[in-house]
């Protein structure tokens, strides 16, 4: 096990002396004031999440006072790792939607990608602005040793959570100023700004101004994300719409303000694809603007991320992404991938049923931490339950060894524990390619957890990179 | 500024409104039952429930109307459309839309409203309770509208106002004609002295007895109050007030000037009326007439105002 505050059993890490002064100093009345303090904020600031439970109409995530800290060095590492990531996946977006080279080059078997639902056909032939089609990439990473780090999975939709680690920021500053004193703590408060110069440099080529207009496109406030997309919109001085507001007229997009309509050129849309356009997708959604599909292909708008981005964050084709940075980048893969058994293919299956009480095993479309067995930590009865599932749907399931998950300090009743984290940085691609300085930390609350999913008791860190 | 951002701050501004005259009706209903009343009948809370236009909803749910239950109704009753709770739900909801377009702090002002009534509606009340929710609602709507202040004056600042004063005027006018239509349904009373307390207790509910005794000399009449109510422009919730302040945040919109101006002339003419007005002719005419063709002219223009700026 590998706790990131520790060297050794006793001796702690250079850039964790600070913060272990700082806790043994921490009264048990200070900690629960703290607390209550933030727990407040969050409330009224309204960062909260829907919920189905039928006794809280609103949750908040559990937030952990004591920051998680990477060095320079470290951080620097896992910049070029990202970002190498990031490129990587749009290149084999770009690829997939023109000529295949991948395919034809016999890394990836065509029908994991053509028969895939997430691929979007429509999309075939079509390159958008720069050749980006996924612009904000959210890469999920854990750590098990000092310099050994593991991708879980790759954000290429719309990932959430940077609000999170823009408003965690927040609080420790307002709770804490001395820390920052007394750390040189890089900051991040520049994201959204970074975020609306990366969707400005991304304008369609119809797009005449060096301004371009660009708008976030929400499902509503039922969305459980709907606080980061108000948070965001807010952030960037752009208009918050939802698919009602917005319609096609020849060839460009316009919404609808009290001055008449304004023309839009970049979307960066919260929505799925399925309710983008229901004359080209889902002929059943209520919501979605008909024609943005068009204007999309012609040039009037930009939707970021593009229709279709979502084949590449597939939980098959994540087993080629390193296979991906050789091809495209000609690189070696700076971090790595956890190895996984994908059970559509016999060998691999078999492997997997004999060794289940020690792998985790996942659905292939399940999110949040449902629907999946930790091996190790499961009863007798839930792993031949899986074993039945698994026979019967085996296209359904992959397999990962289970890793073992940094610690990170944690209070729980007011002690220092150490609890399993995992993170989650942002790499925005534009006419640059960057790294947010700092990342969602999420932290598994419950003791000897590896779940971090705040559906499922997660918690949450600021996280910290030290400026060099 | 997005259409729909429009309407949103429009209505937050309605339904703070629309709380605060609830909790006020609430307060008139608890007033008056404290007093012995003429036909030895509390009908009192039949006519705060008809001011609340809540009668209908109420009697779909009860039998029998008694203070508790009418108090439940319209404070927290998820039921009623226009309950204290619901009017700071949608307020709230509303305001999570548009939070971007106003500022942190009137954001913040709902938002806690909200977390404390969420509070209030899992603790039983008691009817003693009822003047300290009253206060605490208006304590809560006066936090948010001070929290406008310091908004840049935009067309989002006058839809706020345009909705905060559409209300106002139908609220008040509502108010007036329960008044007479309702709590005196006998000509005889009118003019007596049950009719000039009934009076007091309404200017008290709407925080306006000081202010009506620096404004009146002498005896407290009906006439008098009446002038106060409807033409004194002086009086933050006389109908002319709100009228004029209609009038004010409409034609300071920047957008569109030709559905300001389509909108603005068909208000014109009320608006000079009620300032020339004087109010024997009213009466004569008879108050409630008056009172009713003006709910008409206000309903006429928020739908006006809907049609034209936010579809």
Redesign the interface.
């Known amino acids: 096990m590998f706790n990131e505050m520790y060297q050794s059993e006793s001796v702690i890490r250079n850039h964790y002396n600070n913060i272990n002064e700082w806790l043994e100093k921490m009264t048990a009345k200070v900690i629960n004031e703290k607390n209550a303090e933030a727990e407040t904020h969050f409330r009224n600031i309204g960062i909260t999440f829907s919920t189905n439970s039928e006794t809280a109409r609103e949750r908040i995530i559990p937030f952990d006072l004591i920051p998680r800290i990477f060095t320079f060095s470290e951080w620097s590492k896992l910049e070029k790792g990202v970002i190498q990531r990031a490129k990587a996946l749009n290149a084999f977006l770009a690829d997939i939607y023109n000529q295949g080279e991948i395919i034809k080059a016999n890394i990836i078997p065509k029908e994991l990608i053509y028969k895939k639902k997430s691929y979007e056909v429509s999309m075939f032939g079509f390159i958008p602005p720069r050749s980006i089609y996924s612009p904000i990439v959210g890469i999920d990473l854990v750590r098990t040793n000092h310099n050994e780090y593991f991708v879980l999975e790759d954000n290429c939709r719309t990932p959430s959570g940077v609000s999170y680690m823009l408003e965690n920021r927040e609080i420790m500053m307002r709770m804490f100023p001395d820390l920052f004193h007394t750390n040189r703590v890089t900051p991040i408060d520049d994201y959204p700004t970074r975020l609306l110069q990366t969707l400005m440099s991304l304008a369609p080529i119809k797009c005449n101004t060096s301004e371009p207009v660009c708008v976030l496109l929400t499902p509503g406030p039922l969305n459980s994300a709907y606080y980061e997309h108000s948070f965001l919109s807010d952030q960037m001085g752009i208009e918050m719409v939802e698919s009602t507001d917005l319609f096609v007229e020849g060839e460009f997009l316009y919404m609808k303000t009290v001055d008449g309509p304004k023309k839009v050129d970049v979307v960066y849309r919260r929505i799925d694809d399925d309710f983008l356009d229901p004359l080209c997708f889902n002929p059943n959604s209520v919501i979605g603007i008909p024609g943005i599909m068009d204007v999309y292909r012609t040039g009037g708008v930009n939707i970021c991320s593009a229709p279709g981005a979502g084949i590449a964050d597939d939980k098959a084709i994540y087993i080629y992404v390193p296979e991906m940075i050789k091809f495209y980048l000609g690189e070696q893969p700076i971090l790595e991938n956890v190895q996984t058994w994908s059970c559509d293919k016999n060998d691999d299956l078999n492997y997997v049923l004999d060794n289940l009480s020690d792998l985790v095993v996942k659905e292939v479309d399940g999110s949040g931490g449902y629907g999946m067995l930790i091996g190790p930590k499961s009863s007798k009865s839930s792993i031949e339950e899986f074993r039945r599932k698994l026979s019967a749907n085996p296209r359904g399931y992959i397999a990962q060894p289970l890793l073992d998950l940094s610690f990170s300090p944690t209070l729980i009743k007011n002690q220092v524990e150490g609890r399993r984290v995992d993170l989650r940085p942002f790499c925005l691609m534009g006419e640059n390619a960057q790294l947010s300085s700092g990342g969602l930390t999420r932290v598994a609350m419950n003791e000897g957890s590896f779940v971090v999913n705040s559906s499922q008791g997660g918690g949450v860190k600021d996280t910290w990179v030290l400026a060099e | 500024?997005?259409?729909?951002?429009?309407e949103y701050l429009y209505w937050i501004s309605r339904y703070m409104e629309r709380a605060e005259t609830n909790a006020r009706l609430l307060d008139v209903g608890y007033r008056m039952s404290l007093f012995p009343n003429p036909n030895g009948y509390n009908n009192e809370w039949e006519s705060v429930l008809a001011a609340a236009g809540a009668i209908q909803g109420y009697k779909n749910k009860y039998n029998i109307i008694e203070q508790k239950k009418v108090e439940d109704y319209l404070f927290f009753d998820e039921d009623n459309p226009s309950s204290v709770f619901n009017c700071i739900l949608n307020a709230r909801?509303n305001a999570?839309?548009v939070?971007?377009s106003f500022t942190?702090e009137s954001?913040?002002a709902i938002?806690?409203t909200y977390?404390e009534i969420?509070k209030l509606k899992n603790n039983n009340f008691d009817a003693s309770d009822l003047p300290n929710l009253t206060e605490w609602t208006i304590e809560q709507v006066n936090l948010f509208r001070g929290s406008l202040s310091s908004l840049l004056r935009n067309?989002g600042y006058n839809f706020l106002y345009l909705g905060l004063f559409v209300e106002r005027a139908d609220n008040s006018a509502r108010l007036l004609d329960v008044k007479y239509f309702v709590l005196l349904p006998k000509p005889q009373y009118i003019g007596g002295n049950i009719d000039n307390m009934q009076w007091s207790i309404l200017l008290r509910s709407l925080s306006s007895f000081n202010a009506f005794r620096w404004a009146y000399d002498g005896n407290v009449t009906s006439t008098k109050i009446a002038d106060f109510l409807v033409l004194n422009s002086d009086c933050p919730r006389s109908l002319s007030f709100c009228i004029q302040n209609i009038v004010k945040h409409l034609t300071n919109?920047t957008?569109?000037p030709e559905k300001v101006n389509k909108i603005y002339n068909t208000l014109k003419d009320l608006n000079t009326k009620i300032q020339e007005e004087k109010i024997e002719s009213i009466v004569d005419f008879g108050l409630h007439e008056f009172v009713t063709q003006f709910i008409n002219k206000i309903s006429s223009v928020d739908s006006d105002i809907q049609m034209e700026?936010f579809n």
């Open positions: 500024m997005l259409s729909r951002t429009a909801s999570l839309v939070r971007t942190p954001w913040l938002n806690k977390q969420l067309d919109l957008c569109s700026f």
